[in-house]
């Protein structure tokens, strides 16, 4: 099969936000304990952390990281995790069934994070606490001193201030299996006061709201409508979180779900553009989508414990194990997040290292890529410049969930500055390859800096401990002539060709 891409640097949707690139991480499982920090581990620095995973992250180029949480953060006090260590209280986490030693907090994150080079988003607990734990938290981390807590912070080793630029106003709050849910009534009163009361102690702040935790909730569309109806003034972003998995054997629906993750960022911007229209706002509302992921729910290992007196540290939970076909679906998510550059300001893929992540260890071992590993390092680092949605002529696949949708997606982006041209792109079919004839000639007189492609003859090969670098991009064959770039796609494949 064919099929035939156009791309016009004339039309951009907006600029590559780099906070686009973001990730997330939880007190959850073995992500931060036996994940980014082990003590023990050959590879560890002065503070405990693994140097090997802090390199695979730089590497990965996540932009931004939200913490601690996910629903974590809704039993979280934040005043247990500053200060001397062994005075920090071991405390249940009721949303994993753990027990959080609070051995990393929020300074010892924020120096990791300045290790791996990324910048720092934090969630406020809005399920079990409220707006002056909020504001507490915020004086501490931002405010350069002169007051209790911000001499707190200082005598806590920080002496210039965190400076979080982002802040969730809470996680997930429509959901029933949050602690705290709350109706979005109950839920948009608190955010407003929450964050009027945070924009007066530091203005220049951004706010996310949060939406719905998917498009599958039963209050999805009225959840953000009530929600942006109490906030929108208060607020930048609105949050969407959305997960996909394979769904008994149904290949071709999974391969689109892309088009899902289309629809429902179409669905949030038409829901909060109709609250600003009612309230004749000229302001717009955008969106962190600061949930994605491939995410296997059901999956056996990611059970928690129940029993009363079973409150592990650190269980292995969430560690699902990603396939090639996993990273198609996932490099495609990308391609969506990307192709709605002009209102997705923030994205955080969840998680980062051993829970749902692109990044595993094993305690006192090996740390390896996942999948999923290559299809965002690629992404994060060839997309520059300007977004541009290339029009795609392609043949369609029905599926059970989605319907009709296009064989072949892609999205470029444009530097005008540098000259650099990147398109991403993805075949969903599953039998033939497909000969795809992209018209350039719009970027002008380029060449063909890099080109990868993901794909396996076997959908289901993953990396593993034992066989960490089964499944990896290889160079894609391309051919540049007179402005046409020729590039024929295996069957369910992603892939990213790099110009200038
Ligand atoms: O990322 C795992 C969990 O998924 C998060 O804690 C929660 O916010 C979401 O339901």
């Known amino acids: 099969t064919a099929a035939r891409l156009t791309v016009d640097p004339r039309l951009p949707i907006g600029p590559v936000r780099r906070r686009l690139f973001g990730g997330f991480v939880e007190h959850l499982g073995r992500h931060v304990y036996d994940g980014i920090h082990e003590p023990g581990h050959p590879e560890a620095d002065e503070q405990g952390f693994r140097r090997d995973v802090l390199e695979l992250v730089r590497e990965l180029g996540v932009t931004m990281i939200r913490y601690p949480g ?5 039993g979280f006090r ?3 995790s500053v200060g001397p260590r062994d005075r920090r209280p071991r405390r249940l986490d009721l949303a994993w069934h753990s027990t959080e030693t609070n051995e990393v907090g929020l300074h010892e994150f924020a120096d990791w994070l300045d290790k791996a080079g990324s910048e720092l988003m934090l969630a406020v607990n809005l399920g079990t606490r409220g707006t ?3 504001i507490d938290l915020l004086e501490y981390a931002n405010l350069p001193g002169g007051t209790a807590l911000s001499q707190q912070r200082i005598d806590n080793g920080r002496e210039s201030p965190f400076d979080v630029r982002v802040w969730c106003l809470g996680n997930e709050m429509d959901g029933p299996w949050q602690l705290g849910h709350r109706s979005a009534d109950d839920y948009g009163k608190i955010a407003a006061r929450t964050a009027k009361g945070m924009r007066q102690l530091d203005p220049s702040i951004e706010l996310v709201v949060c939406g719905s935790s998917g498009a599958q909730m039963p209050t999805f569309g009225d959840w953000e409508r009530e929600v942006l109806t109490h906030t929108y003034d208060d607020v930048d972003m609105i949050s969407c979180h959305a997960y ?3 769904h008994d054997g149904d290949i071709d629906s999974f391969l689109a779900s892309a088009v899902d993750m289309d629809r429902f960022i ?3 911007v038409a829901t909060a553009d109709h609250v600003g229209a009612v309230r004749g706002s000229a302001k717009k509302i955008d969106i ?9 729910m059901d999956r056996v290992e990611s059970v928690k414990p129940t029993a009363i007196d079973d409150w592990p540290v650190a269980p292995r939970l969430l560690e699902d194990v990603y396939s090639a076909l996993d990273a198609v679906v996932f490099g495609s998510l990308m391609i969506s997040l990307l192709a709605h550059a002009d209102r997705v300001a923030s994205a955080s893929l969840a998680q980062l290292v051993n829970v749902i992540a692109p990044i595993m260890t094993e ?16 992404t994060s ?7 541009l949605r290339p029009q795609v002529e392609a043949s369609t696949i029905d599926t059970a969930r989605y319907g009709t949708v296009p064989a072949v997606d892609a999205v470029a982006t444009h530097d005008s500055e540098t000259g650099e041209s990147a398109l991403f792109l993805v075949h969903r079919g599953r039998g033939d390859a497909v000969e795809l004839r992209i018209d350039v000639a719009g970027l002008g007189d380029v060449e063909i800096v890099e080109a990868h492609v993901l794909h396996d003859d076997d959908p289901y090969a993953s990396n593993t401990l034992d066989d960490p670098e089964r499944v990896q991009p290889r160079t894609l064959e391309t051919r540049l002539t007179d402005g046409i770039l020729h590039v024929t796609l295996p069957p369910i494949a992603w892939a990213a060709v790099a110009l200038r």
Do not use: H, M
């Open 78 to 80: 934040w005043e247990d």
């Open 381 to 387: 680092r060839l997309a520059r410049g300007e977004v």
């Open 288 to 296: 962190s989508f600061d949930e994605w992921n491939i995410w296997y």
């Open 363 to 378: 305690p006192g071992g090996a740390s390896w890529r996942q999948t999923t590993f290559f299809p965002f390092a690629i």
């Open 266 to 268: 179409d669905a949030v």
């Open 244 to 246: 996909y998995q394979e």
């Open 70 to 74: 996910g629903n974590f953060v809704s």
């Open 132 to 134: 002056l734990e909020a």
